[in-house]
């Protein structure tokens, strides 16, 4: 599967976004999906994750009550809406694949590239 971010920009603190990422290759209803970042001088984070059929979702502890993540997989897409976004949330995201059945963070291994979030105070 191959797996394409996008949505990313520079927003003021206390804004939103929406992230795309858009799968194709194969059926994304075969896979748990996830959003992770990387902000400058630090390492990769788990953000966001939904299992294959929808009825389950995870959050980093950073980002619950704000972020939420979502699936079509008539379309093919999962997304990211990030509220209530804070000047810590900067990092490059990127959207991941997962053929476990459920949500393990060590088990993405189909990686978008990344898409720039700048929340700026």
């Known amino acids: 599967v191959q797996l394409q971010a996008s949505g990313g920009g520079l927003v003021q603190a206390g804004g939103s976004l929406r992230l795309t990422c858009a799968a194709s290759g194969d059926t994304l209803n075969r896979y748990t999906m996830g959003w992770f970042r990387q902000g400058p001088g630090k390492e990769r984070e788990f953000v966001a994750g939904?299992?294959?059929?929808?009825?389950?979702?995870d959050y980093g502890d950073s980002v619950k009550g704000r972020f939420t993540i979502s699936r079509d997989n008539a379309k093919n897409t999962v997304y990211l809406q990030m509220n209530s976004l804070k000047p810590e949330d900067t990092a490059v995201y990127y959207c991941?694949?997962?053929?476990?059945?459920?949500?393990?963070?060590?088990?993405?291994?189909?990686w978008g590239q990344g898409t720039q979030v700048t929340v700026s105070s």
């Open positions: 939904i299992r294959w059929s929808g009825d389950s979702t």
């Open positions: 991941a694949a997962s053929r476990a059945m459920y949500i393990v963070t060590s088990q993405y291994t189909y």
